[in-house]
């Protein structure tokens, strides 16, 4: 393994906990989302760092940009639903949505 | 370069994290995506790195700033004392433990490197992955389909 992909790995699995971290821990709606975003952000460098590691640049591109629209079309779905339940209950806190909570 | 690109994409990560602002948050988030997008020019991933400030930076940073001003009236997202002292502490403990554990682990794995890919990119896009276009296509769709119920008004508010 060559230094140049450990040291991309390194910051792959830092941002990863950094995203994991910001799930776990926030309790604002667009921050979640944000959390999201990085664990995404992740795992597009690992797909581009392992893609230039293996001489498959073309590929890990092409995997990249379909992973880029899957991500856009969840965070429109996630940012319409959270202004819907904005309205409901003008609040982002996820505490205070636990109407279907059982 | 490339580290110093990396330090930048961490640290615009811990900004959109930390930021009490929900709107800096979103423009921390931006810079993170331009810092990634960098990188991947700097490997040689000329058409992800322009999607990548195009659709992450461009059209995701609107969403999130277009959600953001309807929803919030100017209020700021307070975090916890407690947080804000245990997240130094929490991710010196990651980068130690990343930086234990990793090359241990990825040192023991076999080289990646193999012959290189030979043809054009849209060669390896629309011919090689026809399925995950029809796959995308799809996605792109459902989501139109979700937004549009979510904001579709119901009779009673007519």
Redesign the interface.
């Known amino acids: 393994?060559?230094d140049?992909?450990?040291?991309?790995?390194?910051?792959v699995?830092?941002?990863f906990?950094?995203?994991l971290?910001?799930l776990l821990?926030?309790k604002?709606l667009?921050?979640l989302?944000?959390?999201i975003?990085?664990l995404s952000?992740g795992i597009?460098?690992a797909l581009?760092?392992?893609?230039?590691?293996?001489?498959?640049?073309?590929?890990?591109?092409?995997?990249?940009?379909?992973f880029?629209?899957?991500?856009?079309?969840?965070?429109?779905?996630a940012?319409?639903?959270?202004?819907?339940l904005?309205r409901h209950t003008k609040s982002?806190d996820v505490k205070n949505i636990s109407n279907l909570k059982g | 370069m490339h580290t110093f690109l990396l330090l930048g994409l961490v640290s615009c990560s811990i900004l959109a994290v930390f930021s009490s602002d929900l709107l800096k948050a979103a423009i921390s988030l931006a810079g993170a995506s331009i810092f990634l997008a960098m990188l991947f020019f700097e490997m040689g991933a000329t058409y992800a790195g322009v999607f990548e400030i195009s659709v992450v930076a461009g059209l995701i940073t609107v969403l999130f700033i277009a959600t953001i001003s309807l929803t919030t009236k100017e209020e700021e997202t307070k975090h916890s004392k407690r947080l804000r002292l245990l997240f130094p502490l929490i991710l010196i403990g990651l980068i130690l433990i990343d930086f234990l554990f990793m090359r241990q682990y990825l040192g023991g794995l076999a080289p990646l490197a193999g012959p290189a890919e030979t043809g054009e990119f849209g060669q390896i896009f629309w011919g090689g992955r026809t399925f995950d276009l029809v796959a995308q296509i799809a996605i792109i769709l459902s989501g139109v389909f979700c937004v549009l119920a979510l904001f579709r008004k119901r009779s009673g508010d007519e």
Request: glycine share 4%; hydrophobic share 65%.
């Open positions: 393994m060559s140049f992909w450990i040291l991309n790995m390194f910051f699995v830092l941002l906990l950094i995203g971290f910001c821990a926030m604002n667009i921050k989302l944000i959390g975003e990085l952000k597009l460098l581009i760092a392992t893609g230039f590691e293996k001489n498959t640049i073309l590929t890990s591109q092409s995997l990249a940009i379909s880029i629209v899957v991500e856009v079309s969840v965070l429109a779905t940012m319409a639903l959270i202004i819907n904005y982002l």
